[in-house]
């Protein structure tokens, strides 16, 4: 079993920076999908980014502006989200999510292929 616990969501003013953390426990493989996703009220899940091995993955609303990594000297396998220059669309619920199953870029953008999922952190951008 695997449990995800995010942190660092938070009020924010438009043009501010973020950093959400995703702690991974119980099976700590390596081999493991990490992603991002991201629900604002009365819309659909979205896709942030991901991490599969070395590759990064982004949404393309992301433009530059959010970056992915793993926190690969840690045994707490820690996931990271750098968001900066947030805007007020940004607003949502951020949740990380995984998976040990070895999925296709098509696939790894879909929220239904994840296995594991945090009990996510909201994100506000206002000023």
């Known amino acids: 079993q695997v449990q995800l616990a995010e942190s660092g969501g938070g009020l924010v003013q438009p043009g501010g920076s973020l950093r959400l953390s995703c702690e991974r426990s119980?099976?700590?493989?390596?081999?493991?999908?990490m992603s991002w996703f991201r629900q604002a009220p009365g819309s659909e899940r979205e896709f942030v980014a991901g991490l599969r091995g070395g590759m990064t993955y982004y949404g393309t609303f992301v433009k530059g502006r959010f970056t992915i990594s793993r926190d690969s000297a840690s045994a707490k396998n820690t996931v990271f989200l750098q968001m900066n220059n947030l805007k007020p669309e940004d607003t949502a619920v951020y949740y990380c999510?995984?998976?040990?199953?070895?999925?296709?870029?098509?696939?790894?953008?879909?929220?239904?292929?994840?296995?594991?999922w945090g009990q996510g952190t909201q994100v506000t951008v206002s000023s």
């Open positions: 999510a995984a998976t040990p199953r070895s999925l296709i870029l098509s696939t790894l953008r879909v929220g239904n292929n994840y296995e594991y």
């Open positions: 119980g099976r700590t493989s390596s081999t493991y999908i």
